[in-house]
């Protein structure tokens, strides 16, 4: 992942004047955290809060196909009430096109042991 790039706007002192590049600086570096911040909130989804409705159950088939097409990621974590508990799930596959999604197999749950340690 990129890091966010500051602007290139020098320090001003008051009265001092702003220069269309210095604008058009300002102006990438905040289009640039807004990008970095959709796309991690792209990336979880909740669907008991984002719907409204935290005592809904869901089953995993539900809940994988509620999310909506505009917010399907590669990586996407997905919690839903399943009745008992907060589920999450992961979204490995490849591709967001329908029948990847929808895929159970696509979906991993539970913790990824790394370097000897639950993750």
Not at 48 to 55: K, L, M, S, V, W
Not at 95 to 104: Q, Y
Not at 109 to 116: A, H, Q, V
Request: proline share 2%.
């Amino acid at each position: 992942m990129n890091t966010i790039k500051k602007t290139g706007v020098k320090h001003k002192n008051k009265g001092d004047g702003l220069t269309s590049g210095d604008i058009n600086s300002i102006n990438s570096a905040t289009n640039n955290c807004v990008d970095a911040l959709n796309l991690m909130m792209k990336a979880e989804c909740n669907l008991n809060i984002e719907t409204g409705n935290p005592d809904r159950k869901y089953t995993q088939s539900e809940a994988i196909a509620a999310v909506p097409l505009d917010r399907r990621i590669k990586g996407m974590k997905l919690r839903f009430f399943n009745g008992d508990y907060y589920e999450e799930i992961t979204f490995l596959g490849d591709s967001t096109e329908e029948s990847e999604w929808n895929d159970i197999e696509n979906w991993g749950t539970g913790g990824t042991i790394i370097d000897g340690g639950e993750w």
